[in-house]
């Protein structure tokens, strides 16, 4: 069962949170905090398993995680799952946000984290491994993608709608108005 | 009051903030804002605010007053809503608050929702955040859904059955019948869950392990085609057939084998089959292999195929990919007792992970060795452990210098040799060496009374290099004390 889902960047900011296990915020962000210092202390020469901090651990846990650029995903998991196959979960998870994405960089992760979440509830739930085929995963989120912008149209889209009559310089507009030159009288023929 | 601002707006500011106290300042304006705004019950930005409330939640601010939004959240007729407002449940809430109990109508309803993603938002959220209550509420519902004919909502029905009866083992029979026919699906994801589920159902309960062993000949089947199936583009990763389920029901396979011999007389073809056929060049081939010498170690498969899984190890040793080298040594580590011959045949690759860069596998390795010394190979191995007690990191120095002493009392050629090989620990692990060591050796030489004379020329020399080391120092002058060594001098020992 994998326990936890941890996203953070080089320097430690969270960029995904996911706990399978209740613990409290200020628990949360002790795991984050000793994770991060954990991995961040690992060259890249060395193996992508770890033993698990003495927060999130015990003797059952351990952390798998990779780097990419500039985020380490860390997966913290328990005995009944394959090590090696955690390592591919996590390439699985990785592509579909790039697929999702077009060529994902951590901005993407930053400003879209609702998104990812939804994501990541497609590949993994409750801590279990729910679905690997990457083709499989991308379609049912760009059909609820479609079903949310289908419900948004304009009702739900209020602030577009105050912020457009707002912006609405009536004013100036009228003033902008280019009516249609009327005809001179002098060539007015009766 | 204002429209409130989006989530990218929100996000932007944080970011801009240049100190923690900015962010602090930010955040705390913000939530007051959002406070403000779920006073008003307003339905419209309600959604956008429990967005921007998850977002500080992540960063580590206390968002517990958006709870009942997104109970609010839930119970509306939007899909949009209804996802944002299952989110925020399975981010903030828990079992131990009282507030997921009012969610079991709306999960009840959404379960019968017609539109699949919203059954299937409603599973997911009871998977993660169910209580013993909730699950006995809802058993009824879910394993109506295991049986339903779409494949989306079936996978996910059978992973909220897992939770539900890790929660409360006693509803594991309501599910029972629906999961035999789950193995008939060709839809993969149904396949895997199904597997878990299975796995799962027999980890917890011996009766249910005898009743799904009828299953062996399936699952054997199932492997076969997935092996023998040749390329199949929408289950490929990387060359290999759908690699998460072959693991999955390697494991389950283990599970059933294990103490029965029957059951693993019928998988011994198959494992033989997929530890010959997998390709090994990249990772996805190596995670199988891993995991079917996991399963011939465990079950009672006969001894042509432990030696073949032993060998793969040894193959998996000489890999250039650290972690592969890890898993080895890894598995190595938990079945050397079972099969000490077979994993002698590779003593010297496993010597040669003791300089390897990454402390991990030194770990592994060291651990390893220990357990393969013996009366034949001892000379060599402490050789190999002098080099590597000089060169390691000061956490591994007691525990290794300690086990270097018993292996050494176990297995020593001659009592000359073992002093000797004492001295060189004592000197090279210096100040490392624990307190029950020097009383042991103490206790050595004073019974080795015909090496007096060369253990006090030895001691002498040692101390006379460095004085620092405590337990050297405390060896000699403990020895000097007793009773043996003064006789010694009395019988003319020149001291």
Redesign the interface.
């Known amino acids: 069962m994998i326990k936890a889902i941890l996203v953070f960047n080089n320097h430690g900011k969270?960029r995904?949170?996911?706990f399978?296990q209740?613990y409290s915020?200020e628990t949360?962000?002790n795991i984050i905090r000793e994770t991060f210092q954990l991995v961040s202390k690992r060259d890249d020469?060395?193996?992508?398993?770890?033993?698990g901090g003495s927060l999130i651990g015990g003797s059952d846990f351990k952390l798998i995680y990779r780097h990419y650029a500039t985020l380490y995903f860390v997966f913290c998991v328990d005995s009944?799952e394959?090590?090696?196959?955690i390592?591919?979960?996590i390439q699985?998870f990785v592509e579909t946000l790039d697929k999702c994405f077009e060529n994902v960089c951590e901005l993407d992760l930053?400003?879209h984290?609702?998104k990812v979440?939804?994501i990541l509830?497609e590949i993994v739930?409750?801590?279990?491994?729910?679905?690997?085929?990457m083709?499989?995963i991308v379609t049912?989120i760009e059909?609820?993608n479609k079903?949310?912008k289908q419900?948004?149209g304009i009702s739900?889209a209020?602030?577009r709608a105050?912020?457009a009559v707002k912006n609405m310089n009536l004013p100036q507009q009228i003033k902008d108005i280019k009516l249609p030159d009327l005809p001179s009288i002098r060539n007015l023929q009766f | 009051m204002p429209?409130p601002i989006?989530?990218?707006d929100l996000?932007r500011q944080i970011?801009a903030a240049r100190t923690a106290a900015d962010e602090r300042a930010v955040v705390q304006k913000q939530c007051a804002y959002i406070r403000t705004t779920f006073r008003e019950e307003d339905n419209?930005?309600r959604c956008r605010n429990v967005?921007k409330l998850?977002?500080i939640?992540?960063?580590?601010?206390?968002?517990h007053f958006g709870q009942l939004e997104c109970l609010k959240l839930i119970a509306s007729p939007?899909?949009?809503d209804k996802?944002?407002g299952y989110?925020g449940a399975?981010?903030l809430l828990?079992?131990?608050t009282d507030v997921h109990l009012l969610i079991t109508n709306s999960l009840k309803n959404d379960m019968n929702h017609q539109?699949q993603?919203v059954v299937g938002l409603s599973?997911?959220t009871l998977?993660?955040i169910c209580s013993p209550e909730m699950s006995r509420d809802l058993a009824g519902e879910v394993e109506k859904l295991l049986k339903s004919s779409n494949a989306?909502i079936k996978?996910?029905a059978a992973?909220?059955a897992?939770?539900i009866i890790r929660k409360v083992p006693e509803l594991m029979e309501i599910f029972i019948p629906a999961t035999r026919s789950l193995l008939t699906e060709k839809n993969?994801?149904v396949l895997?869950?199904a597997v878990?589920l299975i796995t799962i159902m027999c980890e917890l309960s011996p009766d249910t392990l005898a009743h799904f062993k009828k299953l062996v000949p399936n699952l054997v089947r199932i492997l076969k085609n997935l092996i023998m199936a040749g390329y199949s583009p929408?289950?490929d990763?990387s060359g290999v057939s759908?690699?998460?389920l072959q693991?999955k029901i390697l494991?389950l396979l283990r599970i059933l084998g294990r103490h029965d011999s029957e059951a693993s007389e019928s998988m011994n073809d198959i494992l033989a089959q997929v530890a010959t056929n997998t390709e090994t060049s990249k990772?996805?081939g190596?995670?199988i292999l891993?995991?079917t010498v996991l399963t011939i170690m465990d079950i009672k498969s006969e001894s042509g195929l432990r030696v073949l899984a032993v060998n793969i190890l040894g193959r998996f040793l000489l890999n250039t990919d650290?972690?592969?080298?890890?898993?080895a040594l890894n598995t190595l580590l938990r079945t050397v007792h079972a099969d000490t011959q077979a994993v002698q045949r590779h003593r010297s690759t496993i010597v040669e992970c003791l300089k390897d860069?990454?402390?991990?596998?030194r770990r592994r390795a060291m651990e390893l060795c220990f357990v393969l010394i013996n009366g034949s190979n001892v000379r060599t191995m402490m050789k190999e452990f002098i080099v590597f007690l000089e060169k390691a990191e000061p956490e591994f120095k007691p525990a290794c210098a300690s086990k270097m002493f018993y292996a050494a009392e176990k297995h020593s050629p001659s009592r000359r040799w073992h002093l000797d090989t004492m001295m060189k620990v004592l000197t090279t692990a210096g100040n490392y060496v624990q307190s029950d060591v020097v009383a042991n050796l103490v206790h050595l030489i004073s019974s080795a009374t015909d090496l007096h004379a060369y253990m006090v020329k030895q001691l002498f020399k040692a101390i006379n290099q460095d004085i620092s080391q405590q337990p050297l120092v405390q060896v000699t002058l403990t020895w000097i004390e007793q009773p043996s060594c003064r006789d010694s001098a009395n019988s003319g020992v020149d001291l």
């Open positions: 969270p995904l949170i996911k399978f209740y915020e949360q962000q020469s060395v193996c992508n398993f770890l033993e009944s394959s090590e090696l196959g390592l591919d979960l699985v930053i400003f984290v609702d979440q939804y509830s739930m409750g801590g279990m491994v729910l679905e690997t085929n083709n499989e049912q059909a609820q079903l949310e419900e948004a739900a209020p602030s105050v912020s | 429209t989006r989530l990218r996000i970011r419209t930005f967005a998850l977002y939640h992540m960063l580590g601010y206390p968002a939007r899909f949009t996802r944002i989110l399975m981010l828990d079992e131990r539109t993603f599973l997911c998977g993660s989306y996978k996910k992973l909220c897992c939770h993969h994801g895997m869950t878990v929408e289950h990763v759908d690699p998460f693991v494991r990772n996805v190596n995670a891993y995991e650290k972690n592969i080298r890890y898993v860069p990454d402390v991990s596998i």
